[in-house]
Nanobody
Framework: QVQLVESGGGLVQAGGSLRLSCAAP????????MGWYRRAPGKQRELVAS???????DYADSVKGRFTISSDNAKNTVYLQMNSLKPEDTAVYYCNAEFLIISKPHTYWGMGTQVTVSS
């Protein structure tokens, strides 16, 4: 079982910044992509940002221009720099990693880290 280790959540005032990190284990399998999702109270889980092993990124419209996803491929680690945080960014943030195992994608999830933005 692949375990993802997340860190960096917390409480911050609106307009503030936080940086999340997530480390996936080094394995013999190819790590295709990593990303961050979030689930706010009463809402479904949604994609926040993702990055492929080639460096291609994707962002939810609601975070474009405020959040930046980056990765350190040598460490199998992904980061999410969150600036200009808003109360509506409050959610549990989950790290996601897709490995290619025997030519098939397998997705793994972290336990989640709470981000709370106060107004």
């Amino acid at each position: 079982q692949v375990q993802l280790v997340e860190s960096g959540g917390g409480l911050v005032q609106a307009g503030g910044s936080l940086r999340l990190s997530c480390a996936a284990p080094k394995t013999i399998f190819r790590l295709n992509a990593m990303g961050w999702y979030r689930r706010a109270p009463g809402k479904q889980r949604e994609l926040v940002a993702s990055i492929t092993s080639g460096g291609n990124t994707d962002y939810a419209d609601s975070v474009k221009g405020r959040f930046t996803i980056s990765s350190d491929n040598a460490k199998n680690t992904v980061y999410l720099q969150m600036n200009s945080l808003k109360p509506e960014d409050t959610a549990v943030y989950y790290c996601n990693a897709e490995f290619l195992i025997i030519s098939k994608p397998h997705t793994y999830w972290g336990m989640g880290t709470q981000v709370t933005v106060s107004s």
